[in-house]
């Protein structure tokens, strides 16, 4: 028995991870631009669902009606106002843009929430479900519920819509797609906003489960970039499979070496997948 909890333990926090990474798989995928304000957009999210909570009594789960919108036009702002202007530009480059970004907008998160850890404590809470001996608290699995039900909608819009068959057609062959007549400037700026939408969302959902404050948003980052790694770039799929891979890691590593050490397993996955297998479990060798 105690062996089913961590499995589902692990699919529950892997699926977390899963909606964590794949906007920033995305981004990084088609632009190639490694957007380290990821983890800032995951922490606004969170303080908007904690924000609509106390102030008009809106659920988290109907905060995602709006952090979608909002997480999408303020990525495709950035994106077309500056992120475009560097675009073709090494990646360093890129890099050292949204590193800078980021600082601005974390500090202004500083400024305006401050450091201290908040809460969103749901009234009535939700409880735990028991089901043969098995417990799962029944925030977590609403939050796993939503997070593949989103990077299920994300893997749709990617397949079945116009600008989504653009997005794969640009991370495929940018050049062949614009002599196709793909607007690659506005594409680009459209991937940026999914992301940027991804991971305002997955901060909604996290906020129902761990505390928010802006000095989280490292560690959000850094899940993101392993899960991309253990997966593969610019792929839902591969977003879906790492995210899993790596829950299921911390949830047995927890159960043999401690919780203290998740940190320490993740980044040692990491280094052994880089060495052996830097495509990840679903990429490609090669691609770039």
């Known amino acids: 028995m105690l062996l089913l909890q961590v499995i589902l333990n692990g699919i529950v926090l892997g699926s977390l991870y899963a909606c964590i990474a794949v906007g920033f798989s995305l981004v990084w995928g088609v632009l190639n631009v ?15 669902a904690w924000g609509a909570y106390n102030g008009l009594g809106m659920a988290p789960w109907t905060t995602l009606l709006f952090a ?20 073709a530009a090494p990646v360093l480059v890129t890099l050292t843009l949204t590193f800078g970004l980021d600082l601005m907008l974390n500090n202004a998160m500083l400024v305006g929430f401050r450091a201290d850890y908040r809460r969103l404590i749901l009234e009535p809470a939700l409880g735990s479900l028991s089901v043969g001996g098995l417990v799962v608290p029944v925030d977590r699995l609403v939050a796993t519920g939503f997070a593949l039900v989103l990077t299920l909608a994300l893997y749709l819009v990617l397949r079945q819509s116009k600008a989504g068959r653009a997005i794969v057609a640009v991370r495929m062959d940018r050049d062949a797609a614009r002599l196709m007549g793909v607007d690659v400037p506005s594409t680009y700026a459209t991937a940026f906003g999914l992301g940027a939408a991804m991971a305002a969302c997955a ?3 996290l906020a129902m489960i ?11 980052l850094g899940k993101a970039f392993v899960v991309c790694v253990l997966g593969g770039l610019g792929s839902v799929p591969g977003a879906v499979v790492g995210g899993l891979f790596l829950g299921m890691v911390e949830s047995f590593g927890s159960l043999a070496f ?3 050490h998740a940190v320490t397993l993740s980044f040692s996955l990491l280094i052994l997948f880089l ?14």
């Open 34 to 48: 490694i957007n380290l304000m990821h983890g800032s957009f995951i922490v606004l999210g969170s303080y908007l």
């Open 68 to 87: 979608a919108p909002l997480g999408f036009a303020f990525g495709y702002a950035i994106q077309r106002g500056v992120l475009n202007r560097v675009i």
């Open 203 to 205: 901060g909604v959902l």
């Open 210 to 220: 761990f505390p928010i404050s802006p000095i989280a948003s490292g560690s959000y």
């Open 258 to 260: 401690g919780p203290e």
């Open 275 to 288: 060495i052996f297998r830097p495509q990840g479990l679903m990429g490609k060798r090669g691609y770039e």
